[in-house]
């Protein structure tokens, strides 16, 4: 029973730090931010930090998975719905909350040397796309082009707000676009 308490503890101590480092990247910019910082919104010591995460790149890596494991665990959960609207709908609803962040690990993972952990999830949408209702597309584009297409939409939305200073208020106008756009190539 303590084992469990102590357990449940220093995982709560693990999401905090987690979704304080969120907050503090998205309001200051990733390099603006320090451990301290970081330790001092999630009320912990800065031994506390290290004893959950190695560096700050450490901490950035595990955001940048979970929100891969969360593309993949709504997919799970929403098996009645096709697997590339399931995973723009979640890439939305977690951008929406910290647009600079997701924004900047998306960057930060697709250039960092080796393969990219959104890899994973392009593989997944060449598999669909293959097997799926995109046969007209497919007569002129090959599963991995039309991936990059849908992806390149959906950050296309996102940078332009960026671009235009527009606040990101509503994650539906996103998710509407790029889901239109999805029903749009499948025919």
Same mark, same amino acid.
């Not at 029973?1 to 905090?16: D, F, G, S, V």
């Not at 593989?123 to 097997?131: V, W």
């Not at 007569?139 to 599963?143: A, G, S, W, Y």
């Given at each position: 029973?303590?084992?469990?308490?102590?357990?449940?503890?220093?995982?709560?101590?693990?999401?905090?730090i987690?979704?304080?480092?969120?907050?503090?990247?998205?309001?200051?910019?990733?390099?603006n931010?320090?451990?301290e910082?970081?330790?001092?919104?999630?009320?912990?010591?800065?031994?506390?930090?290290?004893?959950?995460?190695?560096?700050?790149? !450490?901490?950035?890596?595990?955001?940048? &998975?979970?929100e891969?494991d969360?593309?993949?665990?709504? =997919?799970? +959960?929403? $098996?009645?719905?096709?697997?590339?609207?399931?995973?723009?709908?979640?890439?939305?609803?977690?951008?929406?909350?910290?647009?600079?962040?997701?924004?900047?690990?998306?960057?930060?993972?697709?250039? !960092?040397?080796?393969?990219?952990?959104? &890899?994973?999830?392009d593989?997944?949408?060449?598999?669909? =796309?293959? +097997?799926? $209702?995109y046969?007209?597309?497919r007569?002129?584009?090959?599963?991995k082009?039309?991936?990059a297409?849908?992806?390149?939409?959906?950050?296309?939305?996102?940078?332009?707000?960026?671009?235009?200073?527009?606040?990101?208020?509503n994650?539906?106008?996103?998710?509407?676009?790029?889901?239109?756009?999805?029903?749009?190539?499948?025919?």
């Open positions: 029973m303590e084992q469990t308490r102590r357990m449940r503890k220093k995982e709560q101590t693990h999401l905090a987690m979704h304080s480092a969120k907050v503090q990247f998205e309001q200051q910019g990733i390099n931010v320090t451990i910082q970081i330790a001092e919104g999630a009320d912990v010591s800065r031994s506390t930090f290290f004893s959950h995460f190695d560096s700050l790149d !450490a901490l950035l890596t595990e955001i940048a &998975a979970q891969i969360d593309i993949f665990y709504a =997919i799970k +959960k929403n $098996e009645s719905e096709p697997s590339i609207e399931a995973v723009f709908r979640q890439l939305n609803s977690d951008t929406y909350p910290y647009p600079y962040l997701m924004g900047e690990l998306f960057m930060r993972n697709i250039l !960092a040397p080796g393969k990219s952990a959104f &890899a994973r999830v593989e997944l949408l060449q598999a669909e =796309i293959e +097997k799926g $209702e046969s007209k597309m007569e002129c584009f090959t599963p082009d039309i991936s297409f849908i992806f390149g939409a959906y950050f296309g939305l996102i940078f332009q707000k960026f671009m235009n200073d527009e606040p990101f208020e994650p539906d106008e996103t998710n509407d676009k790029i889901q239109k756009l999805i029903k749009f190539y499948k025919h």
